[in-house]
């Protein structure tokens, strides 16, 4: 599966952003979907995952309450939804997909898009 992040872009503190990933393929359903995100001088962590039929999520708990993930799979997307954005909140963002139970672990997934950059200024 081939994956095309988007969305991304300057937001000021507070101010709310949705990312999108749209992925090519018919199989896409078969896949739970995360984002990950890696800021400057950091690692990529995770941020969300989501279920392959939609019904369940995970987060981090730097993100909890605050971002939703979500998907449509007959559009073959995933969306971020930002919200109370933070100056920390600045990264990379990146999707991935995978068909193992990976979750939370970045080494689980085996589908990564190239990425789209938040900045959130304060």
């Known amino acids: 599966v081939q994956l095309q992040a988007s969305g991304g872009g300057l937001v000021q503190t507070g101010g709310c952003l949705m990312l999108s990933c749209a992925a090519s393929g018919p199989t896409f359903s078969t896949y739970i979907m995360g984002w990950f995100r890696q800021g400057p001088g950091k690692e990529r962590e995770f941020v969300a995952a989501?279920?392959?039929?939609?019904?369940?999520?995970y987060y981090a708990d730097s993100v909890k309450g605050r971002f939703t993930i979500s998907r449509d799979n007959a559009k073959n997307t995933v969306y971020l939804q930002m919200h109370s954005l933070k100056p920390e909140d600045t990264a990379v963002y990146y999707c991935?997909?995978?068909?193992?139970?990976?979750?939370?672990?970045?080494?689980?997934?085996?589908?990564w898009g190239q990425g789209t950059q938040v900045t959130v200024s304060s």
């Open positions: 991935a997909a995978t068909r193992r139970n990976a979750w939370t672990r970045r080494e689980g997934y085996d589908y």
């Open positions: 989501i279920t392959r039929s939609g019904g369940t999520t």
